[in-house]
């Protein structure tokens, strides 16, 4: 799937109309009606349960829901893990197990879970339908491996589109603005490779600015997406069965099963806040764009990347937790971080935070 810019998608587009035969493409998309899903704060939200391992390592950052399936379905999820609301369908869970008491089974949190279901069944079909442009199949995509040949390792905003399983061997780049949209309908499973470590793994990666909250993974395979051990994983899973996370995933975006979510010290995040991030080059003819931002999190996994951008800057969307700023170094030049950056260009956001961070490069 090669990566096109906006001139090509235009011709393409043309040569359909006119018949010729295109080669595999997405068309550019608005977001697809998801119903008020992302209005709901929900990091994971299932309808037969929530697991967790015994340890109980996983760091979840927003809340978390089961219906219409029993409270105790997810009593295996404790407060200490957790950063938001435990929703019920019903009063039983039981699961507490320490830190501050996080749970709600009243008749209100009953229905907003019971909200929520419903739009996460509204988004997934949207999703499943949200296109105006079908994307053709070809031989090559629907072998559904995606990550080794750099062919298939990155794509621009669109609709794409599976009728097999989908596979993620390696590394993927999803590369678009702030307000791009991506929608991947996949009628199999989903299956991200599992890695020896948190940097070593597998990564969807997000560039120039795209961020995970308008990436949208329609899965409607018989068992539903894996994200294998110590992958990291951007977007929002739409699945009409399970999302299983292997051991250390890292999931930037939300989890919405029809059925079971599964966990194993995974770290799981909504994208309740957004960091701007503003470019300024001093004494150098030297565009900000000839600079490469990253942002890393708190395990330094990139969760954002991008060329520099001067006044408004670059906005991400990311979930609350502390992240460091930093760019691909250059020697010639001095870097400053600022604003709500410190000097090392480490800055902490809560949920509903909106802040900038300043990086001034003098020659």
Known sequence: MNKFNKVSIVILAIAFIFSLTPPIIAFAETAPPLGSILTHNFVILGETGITNTSDHT????????????????????????ITGTIYGADAAYTGAGGGTPCFS??????????????DMVTAYNNAANGTTHPVTETADIRSGTLG???????????????????????????????TDIFIFQIAGDLTLHAGPSVVGGVHILLTGGAVASNVFWQVGGPTGAVLGSYSTFN?????????????GAILNGRALAQSLVTLIGNNAASLPATLRIEKTVVGSSDPASAFTI???????VVVGTGVGVVTPGTSYSLGTGTYTVSEVANSSYTTTFGTDCNSGGSVTLAAGDNKLCTVVNNF
């Open 294 to 300: 990253n942002i890393k999190n708190n395990l330094n």
């Open 235 to 247: 977007g929002i899973i739409l699945s009409a069965k399970q999302v299983t996370m292997g051991a």
């Open 58 to 81: 996983s760091v979840i950052i927003g809340n978390i829901g089961n219906s219409p399936g029993t409270a105790a379905q997810m009593d295996s999820v404790f407060c200490s893990e």
């Open 105 to 118: 089974g009243t008749s209100d949190s009953i229905t907003v879970v019971g909200n929520a279901k419903n």
């Open 148 to 178: 080794i040949d750099p062919i298939y390792a990155t794509f621009e905003p669109g609709v794409y589109k599976w009728s097999t399983n989908v596979g993620i061997d390696g590394n993927i780049t999803l590369h678009g603005g702030p």
